[in-house]
């Protein structure tokens, strides 16, 4: 799990919220409103997003991030970490201690544990 979390704004831009993704090196960025993840959009709403629409880079996140995303507790299992992800089809989970944000796992932090 990585602590060290990229968020955006839902009115940050395409181009802004896959500019600071890459600058970090990272496939997705929350989206947090009010202390709580609302949205995540991740490298392949860029590719969505891009391939929809030739302005779609000046259009804000919020039109293309995952609304509520499937989160996970701190305590969850690494197992059922990787078939929530796996099941659902996607490779981010926000994770909560309690309802505080403490930070995403992705399916290759979860390889990189394996079985």
């Known amino acids: 799990m990585s602590k060290d979390l990229v968020a955006v704004e839902r009115t940050a831009t395409v181009a802004e919220a896959a500019t600071l993704m890459g600058g ?9 409103e009010d202390g709580r993840a609302t949205g995540i959009f991740t ?20 039109d293309w991030m995952t609304h509520d995303p499937m989160t996970v507790d701190v305590e969850t299992d690494v197992r059922a970490a990787r078939d929530l992800m796996l099941d659902g089809g996607f490779r981010h989970l926000p994770v909560l201690d309690g309802s505080e944000l403490v930070g995403i796992v992705s399916i290759r932090d979860i390889s990189r544990v394996g079985d």
């Open 43 to 62: 490298e392949r709403d860029v590719l969505r997003a891009l391939a929809s629409d030739f302005d779609a880079a000046h259009h804000p996140v919020g």
């Open 24 to 32: 970090r090196h990272v496939g997705s960025a929350l989206v947090i």
